[in-house]
């Protein structure tokens, strides 16, 4: 008796230290995302290359600062213009619709912004205490961008290092089984993002096309934020459609036609042939389960919440399977 007590207890301290160190978890998390893009670039140069992996990583960390400069040079100011303009569009493209509404007994407010719903949202802090406070005012933002890059970059450079580190602490006649669901995880995981990042430039670029062709003002801001929501399954596509709908208040009926059309053969290309074919192989979430969990990490932790849930069910998915399903239920086959 006095084992399985033992047992539960020190799941439940586990688990209160998970509760009490959630947005932490959620930075390193995000990290480890980062190290599995850098390693993909790693695996990418050294194909080739028979280069040491650190200076295959420091190849890839020189490529990606590259491209991102190359894309402030060439477009960045253009769309940092388009979307200060696209703010005020919006904005008052939102006050007639607001003025409709209001008119039709249908109260909502006359401003719309990001700010609007996340504050209706209840803050991490008074969830988690302490360990909320600290990083939402001891670090900010930037300093949260540089740890999470450290860490990736960290990781990357050795993962086999600290996924050996974490392994020690289980008990020896499983740690073999555990470095190998670690690996499948993180290949899977890996894949995932790869995929994903693969579908967000298809999406980003053909919805930049669809409004350019009928001569949209913002159609490069427009296509960018299509293509960076399309990272959240399901919800995504529709927050993206929030400021195209704005910006189509005024357009005669053909541009409506056609950028609706355009719009949602895109979004059914992409969820009826381009994910299956890139991500199902890979891991299979269930479409429900993927928007509850959705919601629950945007209510619990707001939008980086929702920018981490779905790599991370992908992630715990596997674990679960393999650790849970295969090995402790004795059920293989269903793993």
């Known amino acids: 008796m006095a084992r399985p007590i033992l047992i539960g207890i020190a799941a439940l301290a586990l688990l209160g230290l998970v509760v009490f160190f959630s947005e932490l978890l959620l930075l390193i998390f995000a990290g480890i995302l980062i190290a599995a893009i850098l390693d993909s670039g790693v695996k990418m140069f050294r194909r080739f290359l028979p280069v040491p992996r650190v200076l295959a990583l420091v190849m890839t960390i020189f490529l990606a600062i590259g491209a991102i ?17 696209l703010s005020r569009a919006l904005g008052e493209a939102w006050r007639i619709v607001a003025d409709q509404l209001n008119d039709w007994g249908i109260p909502v407010l006359r401003t719309f912004n990001l700010e609007d719903i996340w504050e209706r949202l209840p803050e991490p802090q008074t969830i988690f205490g302490g360990a909320g406070a600290v990083l939402g005012t001891g670090f900010g933002m930037i300093s949260n961008v540089l740890i999470v890059s450290l860490i990736g970059i960290f990781l990357a450079a050795d993962p086999a290092r600290y996924r050996d580190g974490l392994v020690i602490f289980a008990p020896v006649a499983y740690r073999a089984r555990l470095r190998d669901v670690l690996d499948r995880a993180g290949r899977t995981l890996q894949r995932w993002l790869v995929g994903q990042l693969a579908l967000m430039l298809i999406v980003g670029v053909a919805t930049t096309v669809v409004l350019l062709v009928v001569g949209f003002d913002f159609a490069l801001s427009l296509g960018i934020i299509a293509g960076v929501l399309n990272f959240i399954p399901f919800m995504g596509p529709i927050l993206a459609f929030v400021p195209i709908g704005l910006a189509m208040i005024g357009q005669d009926l053909t541009t409506v036609v056609i950028v609706l059309t355009g719009y949602t053969f895109i979004q059914q290309m992409d969820a009826n042939l381009l994910s299956p074919l890139v991500q199902d192989r890979v891991v299979h979430l269930p479409p429900a389960l993927t928007v509850a969990f959705l919601l629950l990490m945007g209510v619990i932790f707001g939008p980086i919440g929702v920018a981490l849930a779905t790599p991370l069910l992908a992630a715990l998915r596997v674990l679960a399977l393999e650790l849970y399903v295969g090995d402790f239920l004795g059920d293989p086959e269903n793993r």
């Open 69 to 85: 400069g190359f894309a402030l040079v060439a477009g960045g100011m253009t769309v940092l213009n388009q979307l200060d303009a």
